[in-house]
């Protein structure tokens, strides 16, 4: 049997996966995929290979000279398979089926609830597969149609639209500020720096006042978290100052829950995009939820 004639698409897909993540248990943490699927691909291609592909290294796996050669192929292949399914979902016109979406776990509660909500509501044949995550994924290697991140990504073969534009505000419980000079910037600072460590969120805090001055916090942070809802978790316990767009902020600061620190001062301004695919904006489903994200955005708080 002639070896193409023996390779299937998916295996190449979670081959060119395992090589991005370094290792099967890496790769199965970070693209929700079972172990055992990952090592049964790679085992089929080898022995289609008759050699190894990986070796075995204590922090993972690394490419053999075989591995090597076929990377690249993998990766032109899994692009050809997700542009195939492009094409075919573009010609059914109405938007139905499967629509694969990856957030932060506060972007989908804070930002996407009321997009899918109204994609229910007008397109009841889409099926949103939500994935939460905090590492801003590439939608073509993990077979996402759209990703919403903080902002624009570095890969240029991705198309991004910006959904909206947030400003980066402090704010720290309400349960704090009775004993606290909420304008005092080393009273704030004194709290605990909570540091959001993701794609497109500062790790040494600037603020501008209303005359152009000036305000720097950068001492050490009292932790570094990977998901802004656990320091929206640790706010709300009382512990620590947090540096949040105020898509995510000002509903708390309505509600009674969280106060703004160093009121008159604002941070920069994030954008929020989202990316995805050349061409996957053609697929109906994909066309109407940018929409009815770009009409939710306009709406949020800036």
Known sequence: MPMSDRISVEDLRLFALLHDAG????????????????????SRLEETAGMPLFDRVSNGLRLT???????DS????????????????????????????????????????????RMRER???VEPLVRVTSMGPDPLAEDLDVVLRLGRPEEPYLIARRIMTATLRLYVSASVCQALDLANPDAVEGLGR???????????????????????LSTQPMCRIGDPTVALGLLAAGTGVAFLPSLFGE????????RRALPDH?????????????????????????????EVGKEMPQ
């Open 74 to 117: 993998a990766d032109a292949v899994t692009r050809a398979g997700a542009e195939a399914e492009e094409v075919l979902r573009s010609a059914k016109g109405e938007p139905s089926g499967i629509l694969r979406v990856a957030a932060s776990a506060l972007s989908a509660q804070q930002f996407l609830g009321p997009v899918l909500a």
């Open 23 to 42: 290792g099967i248990t890496a790769a199965a943490r970070r693209f929700g995929i079972p172990k055992a699927t990952l090592s049964r691909a790679l």
């Open 194 to 216: 909570i540091v959001v460590d993701v794609p497109g969120s500062p790790s040494e805090w600037h603020l501008t006042g209303p005359n152009g001055e000036q305000i720097e």
């Open 251 to 258: 509903p708390r600061v309505r509600s009674g829950e969280f």
């Open 266 to 294: 604002e941070g920069p301004k994030v954008e929020i995009f989202a990316s995805f695919p050349p061409r996957r904006a053609s697929v109906p489903s994909v066309r109407a939820f940018l929409d009815i994200l770009l």
């Open 123 to 125: 397109h009841p044949r």
């Open 65 to 71: 000279q075989a591995g090597e050669e076929l990377v």
